[in-house]
Each structure stands twice: as structure tokens, then as C-alpha cells.
């Protein structure tokens, strides 16, 4: 077999997957269409942009996704070494400079002899050589009709939405205060209370704004973890202040009571010059995001350096067609990797990338492939994108429900799952010996 392998598109699931490949003495082809041709939400030119959040959530090992990133980390994962080379303050969450990320990723990529880099839209698999597909929940028109006519039409989307960006030196500090996100960890936060009055008049602008238009899709479907904020809104006039806006564990220094309702912000970049805006995920058009949002005390004179854009997310039905390697079932030579499995989130692209990558290295050298125990955070979401028994399959991020064989006597949530971490590690640190 022609030890080459081909990976299609440089996110973070085709990045890891490409080193993971490369390191193990295999070239790689590294398909990219930028910076020929953008989606709809890319803007950058380097590999791996996060175009959501910077926020690659937890980090404590008491919750899943914090798991899966130290398992990563024993594994070693490109994308975890980028994330921990360019971390900023964000209390017990793993948040990142957003461009120096994808500068570490871009760098390690061009720097690795094993990997070509092939610029352009892909609209079919190159040749016969294994292959990597981890084109991301924006893949485009062309190159998803050709994956339609490799699965059928065995096929689901949803929609997804970025955060606006405002600049630190345009928020009103003398209204906003820095304190910890609910009032755990370190004050990594800015903080934008509201009265009672406030917030009704920013839930009734926020309501009745103008959305953006949306072009081609059949059906408005929203991730639960990444759902606008104006359609959180709809739902109910206190729904936000259950949600992104509860101010759970925070006090107004110079009012020395709890506000009605918080808006928080997160450091953006290293240097502290950038925030987003926790939460407000928004379809709304841009003119309306900076009227309504201008609203919220300490944002009235906010600039916006980049506006909270609306997507489509484009995943296939992958308990249906993929194995637990993330290898498709109908193929020997395709895997896939990354949201357009279903996998939610950073890390979990991630994660899927690592196991798509390592198997794909792994048929190329006539090797038995590495299947994760469901008792770990790679192997659950793993089990769970393969699953035949899954019904309705919705994009899911990692999560301690997803295990398997674990002691569910213990009654103590937070004692189970930090037992469940350490047998976790243990068995990911026995793999990783394999390597």
C-alpha cells in the first residue's frame, strides 16, 4: 500500500490528525482550501482558527471535557501543546490568544517534513490512499455532494453561532467590574450588571431585533451549547438570567448587592486587548448587534472589531456509518474526523482527529488499530459517534453519562468523577506505553 496519506482540511481535527500520521514516520497530503476560498465563518489564514469561542472550556479534571484534554496531553496532542503554549487567564477554563494559537498549529504543520501542503477546494478524495476527511461542520457545497454520494443520504445539519468581539479599551470600566465567572477561580472576568429595569429593556430590544437572512436551509435546528442568544431570549423572559447571564456568586463592588442579571466578557488574545461577549452566540444583523448590544451597561460605547456571525453546522449520521476508529464502515480507506461527525466542541474535534489519525497511520503500516475503552473521554465520545443503538443522533459534547463500566455506587458526584479521571488517566498512560 502506498504509504501516503491524504487529510482533508487543516481545523484542528485534520491538524491533529495529520501530525499524529506524520510522527509516526507516514507523509501526509494536507488539503486546504484557504486561503483560496473562506466559509462562510473563517476569516484567517492559518490552520486550526477558532472561529466560536476561545474558551476550550474546563480544565479541571472533574469534568469530562477537562479529562479528555489531559488525556490528550498524555497522548501527545498538537492541538493541546498549541493550547497550553498560548493560554490566557480564564479561571479553571482553558482559554487561548485566538491568532497565536493558530500560529503555534500553522507553524508545527508547515515545519513538519513529513507534511505537504496542498492549497485548494477538494471536491472529491484525491486518489486511492487512505484518507482523512475532517472538512468541519462548514464543509463546502462541492465537496459535501460528494460525501452525500459516498454515505447516501444518511445526512443532518444544524445551525451554529460565533460571539461578537468588543475592544478592552472601549468598555466603560466605571460601570463593569472584574471578578472571577461565578465566582470561582481568579477575577479573569469583566462583568456587566444589570438592574431589573436595565435588563427588560435589553430583553424587549434583544427580542424584537432584526435577524440576518438565512439563505438555502430547510430547517432552523440550534445546538443546545451554542444557541443564539436572541432564540435563548424567546424562549423566556428570565431564560437568560438562568443561563449566560445569571449572576450566580457575583457582587456589585460599588453597589455591594447582587445584580439583577450579568453579562460577562472573556479575555480574547494574550495581550488583554480583546473580549467577547459569554454567551451571546447571535444571528442578529450587524447594525442591530451593535444597537441592542450597546445597551448593556458598560458596553453603550463598545466597539465591535468583529460581529457574531451565523452559520450552518453540516454533520453526517455517524453511528450509522462509522466504527469506533472513526473509520467509515463501508470503507476501508475513509475515516472522518471533527464536527462533521458530530462531535461538539474544540477538544472533541480534537480527540476525534488524534483516534482518526492514529488509526489511519495505524491500517497504513498494517497494524491493528487503537480502540479507546469507553471508560475514558476519548473512547466514550468515540462509542458514542459508532453506536448504532443511537437514535435521533444530535451533536454532543463529552460528558461523564457517556462512560461505561464505571462504579456508579459512589453517590458523591464530584468524588465519582474524580475516581473516574484517575482510572481514566491510568488506562490512557497504559496505551500511550504502546506508542
Known sequence: ?????????????????????????????????????????????????????????????????????????????????????????????????????????????????????????????????????ATGPLTSESMFTYIRKIIGDDYLYFFDAAAPIVSYESINMDKAFKAARYGKGSEDYINCPMNREEYEIFYNELVSAELAEVKSFEKNMVFEGCMPIESMAQRGKDTMRYGPLKPVGLMDPRKEAKPYAVVQLRQDNKNATLYNIVGFQTHLKWPEQKRVFSLIPGLENAEFVRYGVMHRNTYINSPKLLDCTYKLKSSDNIYFAGQITGVEGYIESTASGFVAGINAAARSLDREGIVFPANTSIGALSNYISDAGVKNFQPMNVNFGLFSNVDTSIRDKRKRNSLIAQKSIEIVVNINKMF
Request: hydrophobic content about 40%; some cysteine.
Open 1 to 133: 500500500m502506498n504509504k501516503t496519506i491524504n487529510v482533508i482540511g487543516a481545523g484542528l481535527a485534520g491538524c491533529e490528525a495529520a501530525y499524529q500520521i506524520a510522527k509516526r514516520g507516514i507523509k501526509v497530503r494536507l488539503y486546504e482550501m484557504k486561503p483560496q476560498k473562506y466559509s462562510p465563518a473563517h476569516h484567517s489564514e492559518n490552520f486550526a482558527e477558532l472561529v466560536c469561542s476561545n474558551s476550550l472550556r474546563s480544565d479541571q479534571l472533574e469534568n469530562a471535557v477537562g479529562l479528555l484534554k489531559e488525556e490528550l496531553r498524555i497522548m501527545d496532542s498538537l492541538i493541546l501543546r498549541a493550547a497550553d503554549a498560548t493560554r490566557v487567564p480564564a479561571g479553571g477554563a482553558l482559554a487561548v490568544d485566538r491568532e497565536g494559537f493558530s500560529e503555534y498549529v500553522t507553524k508545527a504543520v508547515r515545519d513538519n517534513e513529513n507534511i505537504e501542503i496542498i492549497y485548494g477546494e477538494q471536491d472529491s478524495i484525491p486518489d486511492d490512499n487512505i484518507t482523512v476527511i
